[in-house]
């Protein structure tokens, strides 16, 4: 089996758009990075297809044009970042080899970065554009919830930081990942720790439910 064969047959896109840093709902629905993506808009599974600009493919498709590489190369570095065994065309009859460990490119890290800071900015800016709208007061003299609070002071700042992540030149975009790193960690720490804390709540509330069927 040549490495395209078993690249296809061992790992989904979604596998390899995950392992790129790529962030998948539990719909499959992702944003897209092929272009000016603001809400998830395409769907990984075994191939993609993307419902805004159309692009579709399978995981080598999706590898080479994420990463600017041609299709053997995608191929070679599925294989070598999920340990996949293939057929060298050049040593029939031999035992299936694993390929030689390859160097990310400083490019290719910078993207990966630029990708992972733009994920983690846009979730927390639609998390507070949730919290807006629920947590507004309702009555003129009501207390400002917390929440929406971090809202008003934290929206037009972030709307900048991504549209420079969007549109600007290199050297601003290298700039905001060096700045705002520890920033960026902070939040999806925050985040991670907000839905693990979703989550057990609305665990504890399905046990409350079948403890008490009459609620």
Not at 123 to 136: G, I, N, T
């Amino acid at each position: 089996m040549n490495v395209f064969e078993a690249v296809k047959q061992s790992v989904t896109t979604r596998q390899a758009a995950e392992r790129y840093g790529i962030k998948v709902n539990r719909n499959g629905m992702c944003v897209c990075p092929f272009h000016n993506d603001k809400n998830p808009s395409m769907k990984v599974d075994r191939r993609f297809y993307c419902f805004g600009c159309g692009a579709t493919g399978d995981v080598i498709d999706f590898v080479s044009r994420l990463h600017g590489i041609g299709s053997k190369e995608a191929a070679l570095m599925l294989a070598q970042d999920f340990s996949i065994p293939y057929e060298d065309g050049r040593s029939a009859g031999k035992q299936p080899i694993r390929p030689r460990l390859r160097r990310e490119t400083e490019e290719q890290k910078f993207k990966r970065m630029e990708r992972h800071c733009f994920r983690v900015l846009s979730d927390y800016y639609h998390l507070l554009r949730r919290w807006k709208e629920e947590y507004a007061p309702r009555q003129p003299d009501e207390a400002w919830n917390p929440r929406f609070t971090e809202a008003l002071q934290n929206m037009s700042r972030l709307e900048y930081l991504m549209d420079v992540l969007l549109s600007g030149d290199i050297q601003e975009r290298a700039a905001l990942i060096t700045g705002h790193g520890k920033e960026v960690r902070n939040l999806e720490r925050r985040m991670a720790e907000l839905t693990a804390g979703n989550a057990a709540g609305s665990k504890e509330h399905g046990r409350n439910r079948r403890a008490d069927p009459e609620r």
